[in-house]
């Protein structure tokens, strides 16, 4: 899809209204708890774009393509489908254990806006406005009935009755893009960010939190913080573009509601990522993308710390998920059947951030995806200022399977599988 630059509008009203009455989008785990791709074009070429952008959502990967993309409103909404399942096997009927068989996670439905826009200040300055999400965080299992052995009358994974977390991450981004010499530009963008965090369910790690009043069953908590992305892009000759964009670690107020459960008090700072682009057009109307992105979920205690970690659920460096940092690799392809017709594909792979030896905490959060299968068309109307856009998601199950910390003899097996269809439009002005 692309659009020729038209006549200069006012259009962040509009947008920031529009920011306002979207409310925070719920959870997406692809790439540990990070999209896969932000806007439904890059949703298409598997999150590719750090050297290649073309819509008014691209900020969101890299601020410096804005110069790029002319004066654009764009809207998308994804409805995503997670499914998640946890197995336990062996050592039944013991304190400690988790359920003997399969259990699933309900709520297997999900609806995830965005919008951008982009407005062309001059030939070589742009600014832009964006709202997206993350996510991946959410669980709902059920208030199964257990064995008084194991429960001792008690219900569900961790005999607290029904089980999960609820993670929403919203941001607000707003964008300054410039080119500094001939193909080569620069992009900032500063954004507002906001969390709502849930958790159920835990009784059973009562003894291990440093504050059990605020370790679970405390409702929805709101966090709020400020981070940033920076980037740059640089044509190196008419077909290969390179580029590159830095995320910073967004830092957040602390959960109070839940400071016997996160590492530092309550602190859930979202972590910083890097990704790196090569695009090639080889011929005029195809183009390949290939990028490389790298999260590091270590540098957030909460997330990073291992459960084995000395000391108590909410100490300063207490117990976490156990991510590791991942790498993922990317390729897109982009065909443009004719002036109307455009059509995109794509696949990643991830690394699994959870071990076999975080497997019991990370019943919570099994954000163990590795290959995502992508694909999408846009459709513009023979105006060129409107287009349809859709794009769709295949991920097959992933899973890890390890002891049970508490119960040795028990394995545990995490799985998940993914399928997300995706909407939008387009409006050049």
Request: net charge negative.
């Amino acid at each position: 899809m692309s659009f020729p630059r038209g006549a200069r509008a006012p259009f962040f009203g509009v947008v920031v209204t529009a920011a306002i009455t979207i409310a925070a989008g719920p959870v997406q785990a692809t790439e540990g708890y990070f999209q896969h791709g932000y806007g439904v074009v890059s949703k298409s070429l598997a999150g590719t774009g750090a050297a290649f952008s073309q819509d008014a959502m691209s900020q969101a990967l890299n601020p410096a393509g804005l110069v790029n993309v002319g004066n654009q409103v764009e809207f998308g909404l994804s409805l995503f489908s997670p499914r998640r399942e946890v197995t336990g096997s062996g050592a039944s009927g013991s304190p400690g254990a988790v359920p003997t068989g399969t259990v699933d996670s309900d709520s297997e439905f999900f609806v995830i806006p965005n919008i951008g826009a982009s407005y062309q200040i001059d030939d070589v300055s742009a600014v832009g406005v964006a709202l997206y999400g993350n996510g991946g965080m959410n669980t709902d299992y059920p208030a199964l009935a257990r064995p008084v052995a194991e429960c001792g009358g008690g219900s569900g994974i961790f005999c607290g009755g029904g089980t999960g977390v609820d993670l929403s991450q919203s941001f607000l981004q707003f964008t300054y893009a410039r080119e500094v010499a001939d193909g080569v530009s620069v992009g900032v963008g500063p954004i507002l960010a906001v969390q709502f965090f849930e958790a159920r369910g835990l009784t059973a790690f009562s003894p291990g939190s440093s504050d059990p009043a605020n370790l679970t069953d405390n409702d929805h908590d709101t966090s709020y913080g400020f981070g940033g992305r920076i980037g740059i892009q640089a044509e190196l000759s008419p077909e290969i573009r390179v580029g590159a964009a830095y995320q910073l670690r967004t830092y957040m107020s602390e959960f109070d509601d839940y400071r016997g459960l996160f590492a530092e008090q309550g602190d859930f700072d979202i972590p910083p990522a890097l990704q790196v682009g090569l695009s090639w057009q080889p011929a005029d109307n195809l183009t390949l993308l290939f990028d490389y992105k790298r999260i590091w979920y270590g540098d957030v205690n909460s997330v990073g710390n291992p459960f084995s970690s000395p000391g108590l659920l909410g100490d300063e460096n207490g117990p976490g998920f156990g991510w590791d940092d991942i790498d993922v690799f990317k390729i897109g392809a982009q065909w443009e059947v004719d002036e109307k017709w455009t059509v995109r594909g794509g696949y990643s792979y991830s690394e699994n951030p959870i071990s076999s030896s975080e497997v019991l905490f990370n019943i919570l959060a099994p954000g163990v995806m590795e290959h995502h299968i992508t694909g999408g068309v846009s459709y513009q109307l023979s105006d060129s200022s409107t287009a349809f856009l859709g794009a769709a998601l295949f991920a097959p199950s992933s899973d890890v399977s390890g002891p049970n910390p508490q119960l040795p003899a028990q394995n545990i097996d995490l799985e998940m599988h993914q399928f997300e269809i995706s909407f939008g439009m387009a409006w050049q002005f």
